[in-house]
């Protein structure tokens, strides 16, 4: 796979790093990913995907961008209001990197589509405020064998995590919590949605590259109130609806 002229200046960073280089601005190229939610998480994700020169980001999306959305949500403009979040997305990235191709889905995921709204894909990145989204999102990647990397916010916290097979988003929550709220009822500094979609993105890099360690069955917990982040080894609960029994070990 080559680059061309313009890519080897837009990737020169990349090009240079000793982890990355060319063999893993290659995979880049040749990778393709999902963005479940173009959201707090899935907006500035999908922006450093795009600057990285992932070949493939398929958008999956069925909301449009609201006014409020603005405050955290940067692959937006005042513009873009009333738009399509998936529609807007696409022409955004598509003037940040033309190398890319963008896969705008503007559809809900659900237990019924997530296999086939995901297929295809290297990697699924999922930054979506629903638990019912975040279980069927789970649960296909589980069944098709694709790593999943997963953000979450709340308030002034929030985490990601990285998923491959065991253990998987279901051993980490088993059910939905009782207390469980979305960011418009709750709340959420918006500078909070940037350092965790940062964070995702840089996960999935990672993965596809191949630098470094990936959160593969770790949670990393970040604190933006104190400025503090730690990290938790997942255990596979062998009673998990999805990926739990012998068969799956």
């Known amino acids: ?7 080897i200046e837009r990737y ?8 990355l280089g060319g063999p893993g601005q290659q995979r880049l190229k040749a990778a393709r ?12 994700a999908a922006l450093y995907l795009a600057a990285a020169g992932v070949g493939t980001l398929r958008l999956i999306d069925d909301d449009t961008v609201a006014l409020s959305n603005l405050q955290r949500q940067i692959l937006f403009t005042g513009a873009d209001t009333g738009r399509a979040k998936v529609e ?19 559809e809900r ?9 995901i297929a295809g894909c ?13 279980f069927a999102v789970n649960a296909a990647c589980v069944a098709a064998g694709i790593p999943l990397v997963s953000g979450a916010l709340g308030r002034w916290s929030g985490q990601v995590a990285v998923f ?18 979305s960011c418009a009822r709750a709340g959420v500094v918006g500078a909070l949605a940037g350092v965790i979609g940062t964070m995702a993105a840089l996960e999935a890099i990672k993965w596809i590259t191949g630098a470094g360690t990936p959160l593969s069955g770790r949670l990393l917990l970040y604190d933006g109130l104190a400025g503090t982040a730690r990290t938790v080894t997942l255990p596979a609960d062998p009673a998990c609806p999805v990926c739990g029994g012998a068969d799956r070990a």
């Open 12 to 19: 020169a960073r990349h090009l240079v790093l000793a982890e």
């Open 1 to 7: 796979m080559t680059f061309s002229d313009d890519e």
């Open 109 to 117: 995921l659900t237990a019924a589509n997530a296999a086939a709204l």
């Open 164 to 181: 491959e097979g065991r253990p998987c988003y279901r051993c980490l929550v088993p059910e939905v919590p009782p207390e469980a709220e």
């Open 122 to 134: 290297d990697l699924v990145l999922d930054g979506t405020d629903d638990f019912a989204t975040r």
């Open 33 to 44: 990913v999902a963005l479940i939610g173009v959201g707090g998480v899935g907006a500035p």
């Open 88 to 106: 807007a997305g696409a022409a955004a990235l598509d003037a940040l990197n033309p190398h890319v191709h963008i896969e705008p889905v503007a």
